[in-house]
Each structure stands twice: as C-alpha cells, then as structure tokens.
C-alpha cells in the first residue's frame, strides 16, 4: 500500500459529544469530519464498528459484519420521521464525560424499537431501500438477525447454552425459529439497515471532504457471536461446541500474566481447503464500509499464541504457525491491492516483519514505547516511510498520563530527546512525532486536548471501566483548529 504524508486522529464514535449519553452517526460526527478537512488533517481512525457485547468492547463483536446500532443517531430517525419529537425528552447528560452503559443501552434500545414500529405502521418510509439492503446483504444479514432474535428469547445468554438442536443449528429448529421470531428477526434487519445508512452517509461525507477512514477489526472473533455459531467448523470446538483453546498473548510490556481474550482459534487448514473464503467476505465487507484497514494482532497470521481453554491466565501457551502470505495471497488475488495497515506490536519474530514486507504493509510504530535509550526502534528517528506512527493507541495511556506515571529514567530520557522541559509533554510527543519520515501519523484526540489518565480508553486485561471516555461539547475549539492547521502546514503534513 502506498501511504502519502498526512496526518489524522483516532477517535471512536462513541467518544462523540451530543446529549444521548454515548456519541452516534449523527450531526457531532459531521461536525468531526468538518474540524478535520479545516485543520488539513486526512485521516480519521475508528475503533471496530460492529455490535458489542459483555463488557461493551468493540474487539468482542456478535458479528464481524454486523455494525453497532448503539451508534445510530436519534436526531436522524427523528428527521426521517421514524421518532417524534417526545421520543427525545429525557436528558441522559449532555456533557457527561463517561458513558453509563447501562442505562444508555437499554435507553437506546427502546428508542430503536419505536422507530421499527413506526417503519411498520408506515412502511413507505423505508420499504424500497430495507427491502434492497436485505438482499444485497443476506449473505451474513439474515444469519445475524436470527441469532440475536433466538438470543434475545434466551434472555441473553451464550448461544452454547440453547438447546442443542438450535446450537446446532439443525435444520427443522431453524425453520421454526424463522417462523416463530420473525418479528425480531426483521427487527434486527431494520436496527442493521439504519445503521448502515447513516454510517454510508456520513463515509460519503468524509471522502467528500478528502478524508479517508481507517477501520479497524480484530484478529480473532467473539465465541459469542453468529460468526461462530454459524461456522463452527471454522474453529477449535469440542462436540458441545466449546472451545478447546483460546486466543491470547503472552506476558508483555501490559501484563505479567499475559492476556487471555477468550477467542476461540482458527481452523486454519479448513480456512485453507475453502480458499479463506470466509476470510474474503469478511474483508470485502470492512473494506466497503471504510477506506484503509487496521488489522489487529497481525502478528497473529505469522504465529499466534494458543492457550488451553481450561487455563485462567494466558501464561501457559505456546506458539503456533498461522496462514502466513497463503492467506494474503488469497485476499490479494481476490480483492486487489490490499489496503491493510499491519498491527506489528507486541514479541514480534522476524517471519512477521518477513510477512508485512512481502505485501508492503506499512507497519505501526507508537512513540510511547519509545524512551528506554537512543537504540529503541519507536523513536522517530528510526522510522521508515512506509509505516503509520501514533503518539499512543487505545490500549495506551493518555501521553500526558504516562508522562506522569513514567519512571524517572524515561522522563528524563524523554525531555532529553525532545529537549523540553516536560509541561507541554502531550504537544511536545506530537510534535516530534508529525516532523517524522512516517508517511502517517496520528493521535488520539485525548493527546491533542492534552488529558490525563482519567481519559484513557482501555485498560488491557482489565475487565469493566473501559471504553467509556467522551469528549466535551467545546473540545473542537478554533484554537485547538488553527493549532492543528498550523502544525500540519509546518510539517508539510496538507
């Protein structure tokens, strides 16, 4: 893939201010993609986009296709008139800089299904459109609805847990599952299609304002998910349909214990006896919905770690050889040149650094990992070209909290390196970071309002308290514009 100079911002949807208690697709996001074009920066980096699930991750999706109807914006179902206006009376905190999932949830939930009773009292509002993306979509679509109708009647739980002629899906169970839910079934056909026409949209939008997305999906998918009920024989599941293993890394910079993810692992010779055809799909599908892929855990496809599904922490593992480039082959050969940037962090061997460069990935480089001594290969200095350089990711701290929590060694190496005196430390990593040879960079947008530990967005290996960081009303001040602007004329980053 080749990359130009620009630069961009991470910011996850949710993250959005508005008054309905988590942010959407909505007038917040425009006004997101404008403060962008203005300030000349080209990039805008989401987190996954699909549905969540325990612990609202977007890394622990129901679906790899599905997108998340917590993101669909009020305000525009009550322009299409699928809400009145009463809908909306109740405040769930305007300028709240956390959000209550659970009560925004089951709040938005509610909202959701209004607005799929108003569809069916007056069908003239959606039939035509619905009734296209129905079937453009049925090769995943129906599949999905019927798995969260079926969850739903369970009250939510795990679909190991129903009864075995659903969990395995056998034939007469599916077709009165159909019959019987349909109701739901079309229900979550309708959350889906809003979804995605908002987020069609405001993508139209962005690229209007020559603004690329930069996606991002997971490696592995949630054991809880219609992915794998519907393809089982995909993955490492015992007769019950339970993982036999599970996804992990092992003890790293983030834990001493490593982390244990709970996926279940890949069949990668059933993949391989039907050409990655799954994998194909799965692709195509991100890759029309956003410009660029993040690809997480690339080193996963060179070798990943596989922890026993009985083990509590992800310390006895060992490592196994993934597809490697006969996957990448594949997409390759099926979907064009491939516009994947490769998520080479974490114990990194030299077949993955072998595997980037064979499809000339760009790799990722974070300048917080970066103050050891003169010789660490995230310093700017040692940056290729081909690769997208961040002040810090999602799973790191704010640039300011680390700063303050760092050693004092690091600190010291730090301002020495960018000689400043620490005060400004955010602006100063940014800084140093735009001036750099990477073709892309990128910040958090925490980094560029300057905030501290309370505004970090996940915690690896911690479970509950994480994604819930939003951004204030007046964040995208005009001086925080013109000094973005500034900044990316200076580096020649416009």
Sequence with gaps: MNLSRSSGILLHPTSLPNRYGIGDLGKTAYDFVDFLHDTSCELWQTLPLGPTGYGDSPYQSFSTFAGNPYLISPDLLLEEKLLHPNDLKEDLGEDGEFINFGRVISWKLNLLEKAYVRSTRDPKLVSGDLNTFREENSEWLEDYALFR???????GGSWVGWDENLRNREERAIADAKKELKPAVDRFVFYQFLFFRQWDALHAYANSKNIQIIGDIPIFVSYDSSDVWVNPELFFLDEQ????????????????????????????????????????????????TVDIVRLDHFRGFAGYWEVPANEETAINGRWVSGPGADLF????????????????????TPDVFELRDQFNLPGMKIFQFA?????????????????????????????RGWYETASE?????????????????SWDLIRRLWKSKASFVLAPMQDLLNLGEEARMNY???????????????????????????????????
């Design 149 to 155: 109708a079926i969850k739903e009647s369970k009250g």
């Design 241 to 288: 349909k339970l993982p036999t293993v599970a996804a992990g890394v092992p003890p790293d910079y983030f834990s001493k214990t490593g982390q244990l993810w709970g996926n279940p692992l890949y069949k990668w010779t059933q993949h391989k006896a039907e050409n990655y055809a799954w994998w194909v799909k799965r692709m195509r599908a991100i890759l029309n």
């Design 329 to 348: 082959q594949t997409l390759k050969d099926e979907l064009g040149e491939l516009a994947i940037i490769a998520e080479d962090l974490g114990e990194i």
């Design 371 to 399: 103050f050891s001594d003169n010789n660490n290969p995230f310093l700017p200095h040692h940056y290729p070209e081909n690769c997208v350089a961040y002040t810090g990711t999602h799973d790191n701290n704010t640039a």
């Design 409 to 425: 060694h690091e600190k010291d190496f730090a301002r020495r390196y960018l000689s400043v005196d620490g005060s400004d430390f």
């Design 460 to 494: 690896p290996g911690k479970l509950g308290g994480n994604w819930a960081w939003r951004m204030k009303n007046d964040a995208l001040s005009p001086g925080l514009k013109e000094k973005i602007y500034i900044l990316n004329e200076e580096r020649k980053r416009v």
